[in-house]
């Protein structure tokens, strides 16, 4: 199915340039929190079973900080990329999602997860809440900005690796919500039921692909503008 293309928004070097940054500041995050798993590997507890937002909560939590902000910046950097090379529309279910993933990951630095020595804490919840809108809204944007260019003629491919990855991304809930549904026949809390750490790195970086196609379906789109089919 042909889609007839809208006059450019902006320059291609723009829509190339915007969607290099937030490959820069995505890969960026990666590398820092990647750093941090190997410095931290002999801890009392490895990076299998521990949470990455545990880092907060150490003598490690800028650099933890850091990476999650340079996350949602070089999120919403690659987002606003599709939008201007008009492969998303700025007031779309996908485009908001995206949205809704960079915001959850400011909330998880802005508000500090539980400190169970402590109790639990309304900031703790309020982290907890923007860390599944932020899991949860990634996959569903990719799905979502794929699925009116899934025919395209040109970018069928395209959107056809961001749909499947996000999809990929959906999959990694299915053992966390098996490891609730068990604990509750069990009485052994979830969390022991599953190497949390490992399944929370594994969605993180199925994910960040989910970012990584996206950018590199921008950086293709740089020599015409195209709009989605009604």
């Known amino acids: 199915m042909n889609v ?26 990666v590398v820092i929190v990647g750093a ?7 801890w009392p507890r490895s990076p299998v079973t521990r949470t990455i937002s545990e ?23 690659i987002l ?16 908001v999602a995206v949205a809704l993933w960079s915001l959850g990951l400011t909330f998880v630095v802005l508000f500090e997860k539980h400190d169970w020595s402590q109790g639990p804490s309304v900031s703790g919840y309020i ?14 944007a990719g799905v979502l900005l794929a699925r009116p260019w899934r025919r395209h003629d040109r970018w ?22 098996g490891a609730v549904a068990l604990s509750l026949a069990t009485e052994i809390a979830w969390w022991q039921l599953v190497p949390l750490g490992l399944t929370e790195r594994a969605l993180v970086l199925t994910e960040i692909l989910v970012l990584f196609a ?9 020599t ?3 709009r989605p089919p009604s």
């Open 55 to 77: 880092y907060a909560q150490g003598p490690l939590w800028w650099p933890f900080y850091a990476a999650v902000l340079l996350l949602a910046a070089g999120s919403l950097a």
């Open 127 to 140: 982290h907890q809440l923007a860390s599944l809108t932020a899991f949860v809204s990634l996959p569903v």
């Open 224 to 226: 015409e503008a195209n």
């Open 4 to 29: 007839d293309p809208l006059p450019p928004a902006v320059s291609t070097t723009d829509g190339r340039r915007l969607a290099m940054t937030g490959v820069a500041g995505v890969v960026s995050a």
């Open 156 to 177: 069928r491919i395209a959107a056809r690796w961001t749909s499947w990855l996000g999809v990929a991304s959906m999959l990694w809930f299915v053992p966390l919500l």
């Open 214 to 222: 996206m950018a590199r379906w921008s950086m293709a789109a740089g």
């Open 36 to 42: 941090l798993d190997v410095w931290t590997i002999d």
């Open 80 to 95: 606003l990329a599709m939008v201007r090379q008009r492969l998303a529309r700025p007031s779309s279910a996908g485009t």
